[in-house]
């Protein structure tokens, strides 16, 4: 059973940085899609930023130029780096790896969380 670990959040001030990273305990970032997630109190989990296998990116509009997604294979490990944050960016973040049927280890993978709260 794959296995994702996040560190990484913590509390910064407005304008900001931080890095969040994703530890698989398997090999299964090559053909997968992964991305990261968040959740605010009180409002539905959105997707922040995605990659494809192929190393597309993907944003949300309101994490765009600010946030970067990226991987590093041989590490197994993913990362979400967060510049100018903003205190709405507070949330819950969650990152996720989905494999297709056709893959060794299919499925829908979550790390349990990290909370990033941006607060003066």
């Known amino acids: 059973q794959v296995q994702l670990v996040e560190s990484g959040g913590g509390l910064v001030q407005p304008g900001g940085s931080l890095r969040l990273s994703c530890a698989a305990s398997g090999r299964i970032f090559s053909l997968s899609l992964m991305g990261w997630y968040r959740q605010a109190p009180g409002k539905q989990r959105e997707l922040v930023a995605a990659?494809?296998?192929?190393?597309?990116?993907n944003y949300a509009e309101s994490v765009k130029g600010r946030f970067t997604i990226s991987r590093d294979n041989a590490k197994n490990t993913m990362y979400l780096q967060m510049n100018s944050l903003k205190p709405e960016d507070t949330a819950v973040y969650y990152c996720?790896?989905?494999?297709?049927?056709?893959?060794?280890?299919?499925?829908?993978?979550w790390g349990q969380g990290t909370q990033v709260t941006v607060s003066s």
């Open positions: 990659m494809t296998s192929g190393s597309t990116t």
């Open positions: 996720n790896v989905r494999r297709g049927p056709g893959l060794a280890m299919p499925g829908d993978y």
